[in-house]
């Protein structure tokens, strides 16, 4: 950004009539104020990147027209974004598409596949679109499932709310406190919750199903202590696999597997505030899933073990409305506009139906086409909603001005003195990282620990399954199957480490044991991982306390990334590696 202000390579008109706030970011980036110009020679101590390499990159960039990639959806899961401070990489990512004409031809942000020719106004249910239960908090079944399927509603009468990230301190020492993301408004999110709620109990009891909070929470080590704690008198565990939360309960229920139960669905659509999600995949499939066997030994499907524990306290009928989870397949079939394109009968049969492409002329417009061009919005998108923009309603963003602002008139109002989150973007460098000279020195290699190729938070790893079979995914060593860690051939050669040896990986937060993947690929002093191992197996081993099932999470900060907010910070993590000497054999 730096380069296009002074070689005049930004697109001042839009700038001009389409932000606001620039003349002060523009003096930031010259130096204005602080006296240091954010120049390409200056960032080469941090990013070890060439400022020739940066400066070129910069005149590329703006003598195209250029659409940047930044993650699915627009939103970069994974990545920088997952880092302390991340949020000001995402303004900046949003600041240099504005300074480039967000929404002309050819400049836009968000997925490489994003605009490929799927009807976006085909009506199927996503997940989060509710259903069943009836509930209308924190989905989008107000909007969107229930004008098509009427159904009983239901209200949940506790407001009462634990922060996920902090789900273990609100046991362990009685309180926490968090910050709502609510895609409705922006200035939900400045105003915090507290656990416990004047009136409220404590948590007495635990009841989790799908899935295991283990991996997919920072600390991971922290979730034994709470599952432990006096204050949990009973904890019921609603799963397929014994993982994660299964083994410190007092009671399994048994679920069954996919194979076993009848569902109906559509690939990658998330439906709630995750609108149109399956442009993750370049097409739209819905997909009938049939019943291949009936469930196994005691297994039941989490319908029938909701539905039977509800009928207990009488409220069976007013949860099934007197449906079989077939019978709800077909609910939501009619209620979509599959049933249009296809019968019930041949759906069955067939098994899937492929979402047509609609005509040319009927596609829909080009995303914020309709904002760079100053007239109403027509892409067909609920939301957001305009929040604070109270001009032409359809025309302004969901900001207060309506504009893109370089100087955020929410934070402004909201949060202005936050250091870790200036109302004026800047870099901050991370708590956690090669800066941190309280900790680099015993912990020297920074960990980076993405979403995997091979499976998706717990979801297809471990339990046996033929990804553990992936040399990429896991590596087999005397008999168990190890969590890889990619470590660069320097790096492993100092450390005395080949290819596949068992490794340590360590801070003070905990310990895991990896197979090492050596990589000429890797930057000496990273290395890299991925998240959300299913397994986590924490073992005893000369009195040192080790996780052998590639819980990696055990070793990340619980910190939010930024002040005021409730969020992760996975890829803000020092470790140090070394050669493991036992095999799981010798240490059990």
């Known amino acids: 950004m730096y380069v296009w202000v002074v070689e005049n390579l930004y697109d001042a008109d839009y700038v001009a009539k389409r932000t606001s706030g620039f003349d002060e970011w523009r003096d930031y980036l010259l130096g204005a104020h602080d006296g240091i110009p954010k120049s390409p020679e200056w960032q080469v101590s941090e990013t070890a990147v060439p400022a020739r390499e940066v400066r070129a990159l910069a005149r590329l960039w703006g003598r195209k027209k250029t659409y940047l990639a930044v993650g699915a959806a627009g939103s970069g899961f994974g990545g920088a974004g997952r880092g302390a401070c991340g949020a000001q990489w995402a303004r900046c990512m949003v600041m240099m598409m504005a300074m480039q004409g967000l929404g002309k031809p050819g400049v836009n942000l968000g997925n490489l596949q994003m605009g490929t020719p799927v009807d976006m106004e085909f009506y199927f249910p996503g997940y989060a679109d509710g259903g069943i239960s009836g509930e209308l908090q924190w989905n989008g079944n107000a909007v969107n499932n229930y004008q098509r399927m009427p159904h009983v509603l239901t209200v949940n009468p506790v407001r009462q709310l634990v922060p996920r990230q902090q789900f273990p301190e609100a046991i362990i020492t009685g309180e926490a406190t968090g910050y709502l993301w609510d895609g409705i408004a922006t200035e939900i999110q400045f105003t915090p919750f507290h656990y416990p709620m004047p009136g409220y109990p404590r948590m007495h009891m635990i009841y989790k199903y799908g899935g295991s909070f283990f991996s997919t929470v920072t600390e991971s080590n922290r979730m034994v202590d709470a599952y432990r704690h006096e204050s949990i008198e009973c904890v019921v565990n609603q799963s397929i696999w014994m993982e994660g939360e299964a083994q410190f309960a007092d009671v399994i229920l048994p679920a069954c597997t996919a194979f076993e139960r009848h569902d109906i669905g559509e690939w990658a659509s998330g439906g709630g505030y995750l609108q149109h999600g399956f442009n993750g995949v370049n097409h739209r499939v819905v997909v009938m899933q049939h019943k291949c066997i009936e469930p196994l030994g005691e297994s039941k499907s989490d319908y029938r073990i909701f539905t039977e524990i509800l009928s207990r306290l009488g409220l069976g009928a007013i949860f099934t409305e007197g449906c079989s989870e077939l019978d709800w397949c077909k609910r939501v079939f009619d209620s979509s506009d599959v049933s249009k394109g296809i019968s019930w009968k041949e759906f069955l049969k067939k098994g899937y139906f492929v979402v047509p492409a609609e005509k040319e002329s009927l596609r829909a417009p080009v995303n914020f086409r309709w904002f760079a061009e100053d007239r109403m919005k027509d892409i067909p998108e609920a939301q957001p909603l ?203």
């Open 386 to 588: 305009p929040s604070q923009w109270s001009a032409e309603f359809g025309k302004g963003l969901q900001t207060p001005s309506g504009l893109i602002e370089f100087v955020p008139e929410t934070l402004k109002r909201h949060d202005p003195n936050n250091p870790e989150r200036p109302v004026l973007n800047r870099y901050i460098p991370s708590w956690e990282g090669l800066h941190t000279e309280s900790l680099v020195h015993r912990f020297p290699l920074q960990m980076v620990a993405t979403h995997s190729r091979y499976s998706f938070h717990t979801n297809v790893d471990g339990k046996g399954g033929y990804t553990n079979d992936i040399t990429d995914h896991r590596a087999l060593v005397d008999g168990h199957y190890y969590w890889l860690v990619r470590i660069s051939d320097l790096d492993a050669r100092s450390r005395g480490i080949a290819d596949r040896d068992l490794v340590r990986v360590f801070n003070d937060r905990g310990s895991v044991i990896c197979a090492a993947d050596v990589s000429s690929m890797m930057a000496p002093g990273v290395v890299k991982s991925f998240e959300s191992s299913a397994e986590y197996q924490s073992i005893e081993v000369d009195g040192q306390r080790v996780e052998i099932g590639g819980c990696m999470n055990t070793l990340t900060s619980s910190r939010s990334q930024i002040k005021g907010t409730s969020s992760m910070s996975p890829n803000s993590c020092l470790v140090q590696v070394e050669r493991w000497p036992l095999s799981l054999a010798r240490a059990r």
